[in-house]
């Protein structure tokens, strides 16, 4: 089991609940459990799995209400610098964030950068795949 300092078991926390939100269609609660974890400033590698857990949510949000491309191309593009352009996940959001925008040239530019980082799973590949489809067809990623 992972320990954590009282910041981390509170920046975790406010992840789980923001990402179980969503899952939910709670989509007010989701992004107030986001912005209050990056408000906190934890670090490096959790700022960077918030701001692209929040960019992923606010391009693939069912309710368009809470989409925000500019902001999740801004998000994403931040978690990816933190991480180093290393993290083939985060590198995934920046591409549906882009999509969202419709900027489906970047979508793909992107896609292909995180199907290209070394070691990536079957799975990831797979997933990765069917989000560079639907650039290529002109469509953003919903949840």
């Known amino acids: 089991m992972k ?6 078991a509170v920046v975790e926390a406010a992840l789980l609940r923001a990402n179980i939100n969503a899952r939910l269609g709670n989509y007010a609660e989701a992004l107030k459990e ?3 974890l ?3 400033h934890p670090r490096n590698v959790t700022l960077a799995r918030a701001l692209s857990d929040r960019a992923w949510f606010r391009a ?3 309710n368009a209400s809470f989409r925000n491309g ?3 191309v801004k998000d994403a593009k931040s978690a990816c610098s933190i991480m180093i352009w290393k993290d083939e996940h985060m590198i995934d959001t920046l591409e549906v964030a882009y999509a969202e925008t419709g900027d489906f040239n970047s979508a793909v530019q992107y896609a292909a950068q995180a199907l290209a ?3 990536i799973s079957p ?5 990765f795949q069917q989000h560079l ?5 002109g469509k953003p990623t919903r949840l």
């Open 60 to 62: 693939t949000c069912p």
């Open 38 to 40: 990056i408000s906190l």
């Open 70 to 72: 500019q902001q999740a």
């Open 123 to 127: 799975d990831s590949t797979k997933l």
């Open 133 to 137: 489809a639907l650039f290529q067809q």
């Open 117 to 119: 980082v070394k070691g």
């Open 34 to 36: 986001y912005d209050y």
């Open 3 to 8: 320990h954590f300092g009282t910041i981390g």
